[in-house]
């Protein structure tokens, strides 16, 4: 069986609707693309300095990415992201002790 071609492509692809959510996954998609937004805005200001205000808002988005995706995947049980936050937790650990070296020296400096 042949599949009908069309002179553009791109006028198949756009007929196709995806699938229909529910009030609450569109709600956790929008709130989900917020997240990683302000996430990939975090991360930028990381990579341009390692101060331990960067380093802590960083720390915060990761963990509101890695709460929010867990609640995707209770209303989108076929949702996939383990992958995901697989990354996002190993990336979050690898700060740890940056983070923590940082609170020390600013323990430090404040107390001494």
Same mark, same amino acid.
């Given at each position: 069986?042949?599949?009908?071609?069309?002179?553009?492509?791109?006028?198949?692809?756009?007929?196709?609707?995806?699938?229909?959510?529910?009030?609450?996954?569109? *709600?956790?998609?929008? @709130? %989900?693309? /917020?997240?990683?937004?302000?996430?990939?805005?975090? $991360? !930028?200001?990381?990579?341009?300095?390692?101060?331990?205000?960067?380093?802590?808002?960083?720390?915060?988005?990761?963990?509101?990415?890695?709460?929010?995706?867990?609640?995707?995947?209770?209303?989108?049980?076929? *949702?996939?992201?383990? @992958? %995901?936050? /697989?990354?996002?937790?190993?990336?979050?650990?690898? $700060? !740890?002790?940056?983070?923590?070296?940082?609170?020390?020296?600013?323990?430090?400096?404040?107390?001494?």
């Amino acid at each position: 069986m042949m599949l009908e071609q069309t002179a553009d492509p791109m006028i198949s692809l756009q007929s196709v609707q995806p699938p229909r959510l529910s009030p609450a996954a569109a *709600l956790l998609r929008d @709130g %989900l693309m /917020r997240r990683w937004d302000k996430f990939a805005i975090r $991360l !930028d200001r990381c990579h341009k300095e390692l101060s331990e205000q960067n380093v802590h808002d960083l720390r915060v988005s990761m963990r509101r990415m890695l709460a929010i995706l867990l609640m995707c995947k209770a209303v989108m049980p076929g *949702l996939k992201t383990t @992958g %995901l936050r /697989r990354e996002l937790k190993s990336h979050l650990d690898s $700060l !740890d002790e940056l983070r923590d070296t940082q609170v020390m020296l600013l323990f430090m400096r404040r107390n001494f």
